[in-house]
């Protein structure tokens, strides 16, 4: 998972420095990061929390977050309504309360992959970071919601393929296998309907297939769909209650969370 935030530098070049000689974005780029890793953490389980399989490193003007193990799709997919409720909110707030500096906002890509730890080291100083195909994705998809309109939250093909999967029994890319061979139009709209339900029932929107940079096919991408993201509306309860797998607890801090964002938007 890629997180930006967007008008860094134009909030920094206005922005004044304190007494200590801190630019005073500073103040708000460290919530940021503090509230950014508070909603990731908050995807998980209360009882993964202490030893919790999450990776978070900054990229200056964002951070790159990595969810391990077997459930780390299920934690990305949850952890991108969590950001956009959370950080939609954190924007509204900063903007409303400094009108006089730059407007600023955000994006968030997410991918589901295997993934290389690099580490280099030279006496007492290090570097680490992570690599591999879904970083690269998650970058190219962060990027897009650049150019999107109103899409400040990317989801990749293989997030949604193994949340489908693990919650649905079926997948998107067997779906559409099915519809291309179809010999009946009937056959092709029952799948097309199926096709429709799930995207429904992940609170997600299909958008297109998208040719992204160091990726040889387009890669077919989803945004979340907002309206839906609501306590109370069935199907976005029904969508916590299965990514939670039935544990009350979490999923009574995740309904309130989103409760609080709603009554703050």
């Known amino acids: 998972m890629l997180i930006d935030l967007r008008n860094f530098t134009r909030s920094l070049n206005a922005s004044l420095t304190d007494d200590r000689g801190t630019n005073q974005f500073c103040y708000f780029l460290a919530e940021f990061y503090a509230v950014s890793l508070e909603l990731c953490m908050l995807a998980l389980a ?15 003007d964002g951070l790159l977050v990595l969810f391990d193990g077997p459930r780390h ?13 959370g950080l939609r909110r954190l924007c509204e707030r900063r903007n409303a309360s400094a009108p006089e500096m730059p407007t600023v906002s955000f994006g968030v890509g997410v991918e589901s992959g295997t993934i290389s730890w690099v580490r ?5 100083v290090g570097v680490d970071t992570f690599i591999g195909h ?4 998650a970058a190219r998809v962060e990027a897009l919601t650049k150019i999107v309109a109103s899409a400040r939250v ?30 009946s139009d009937a056959a092709r709209v029952s799948l097309q309907k199926r096709m429709d339900e799930m995207n429904r029932d992940l609170c997600l929107t299909f ?23 609501v306590v ?8 916590l209650a299965a990514l939670v797998a039935g544990n009350v607890t979490h999923l009574a801090e995740l309904r309130s969370r989103f409760a609080g964002a709603s009554a703050g938007s």
């Open 46 to 60: 209360p009882d993964e929390r202490d030893e919790p399989p999450l990776s978070v490193n900054s990229t200056g």
């Open 120 to 124: 280099a080291r030279q006496g007492s």
């Open 232 to 239: 109370g509306v069935a199907r976005f309860e029904r969508l």
């Open 154 to 183: 990317l989801i990749g093909d293989t997030t949604v393929e193994r949340c489908a999967e693990a919650l649905y029994g079926e997948t998107f890319a067997a779906l559409r296998a099915r519809e291309r061979a179809a010999t």
């Open 134 to 137: 879904c970083v690269n994705i």
């Open 73 to 85: 799709f299920i934690h990305g997919l949850l952890a991108a309504f969590l950001l956009e409720a």
């Open 207 to 229: 958008l297109h297939r998208y040719t992204l940079k160091g990726v040889d096919e387009p890669v077919p991408l989803y945004r979340l769909e907002e309206a839906a993201m």
